[in-house]
């Protein structure tokens, strides 16, 4: 065995069957949530990116975010969190496209908007594309129809269909996340 050492032992073994169990040195090690990497990642992150205080979404602007999907997804930290949120439930396609869309209706220029329509088409709309999101036939085809002239709400049919789909689901389990409850509880204390 080429590259096997005596040393071998002292690396962790994770039980296959609960990932929440490492067993180092023939000791069994329960961990928690707060030791995954996405949790890590969003402290290490998301935390220093509200380093500085204005950055920081207030008590108040929590308190907004569990009254709306609306007030949460006008909020710039709200989006941030809630994308975090979204990739750990293996779903942040929808945030993504949401905030395309948005950004899509900006676009004053009919080439660039056309070229941005193609790439959203691609990107999230076709069947097997990268990150396609879950849309009815009769929306799919509505948005392949306005690839040729596209207007600023082409996407609205979509785009409408993505916030349902957040607003009925993930949204709701965001409010009874332990993220979101973390961060209430890190700016309850800043204080």
Not at 54 to 68: C, F, G, I, N, V
Not at 70 to 77: G, M, P, Q, T
Not at 124 to 145: A, C, G, M, W, Y
């Amino acid at each position: 065995m080429r590259g096997a050492t005596s040393d071998s032992s002292e690396e962790p073994l994770i039980n296959s069957r609960n990932p929440d169990v490492i067993v180092r040195n023939d000791k069994i090690k329960k961990t928690n949530w707060r030791s995954r990497p996405l949790f890590k990642t969003f402290h290490l992150r998301e935390y220093s990116m509200m380093q500085r205080k204005s950055d920081r979404p207030a008590s108040e602007e929590l308190s907004k975010w569990a009254e709306s999907l609306d007030n949460l997804l006008s909020s710039k930290c709200g989006i941030t969190v809630f994308r975090v949120f979204m990739k750990s439930e293996y779903c942040e396609e929808y945030v993504e496209f949401w905030v395309a869309c948005e950004e899509f209706r900006k676009i004053k220029s009919r080439a660039k908007r056309r070229s941005r329509a193609k790439q959203l088409y691609e990107e999230f709309v076709r069947e097997d594309s990268p990150k396609e999101i879950n849309l009815d036939f009769h929306t799919k085809e509505s948005v392949l129809q306005c690839l040729l002239f596209p207007s600023r709400s082409s996407l609205k049919a979509a785009q409408n269909r993505v916030y349902y789909l957040m607003e009925h689901n993930s949204y709701r389990r965001f409010l009874e996340s332990d993220l979101y409850h973390e961060l209430c509880k890190f700016v309850e204390g800043e204080r």
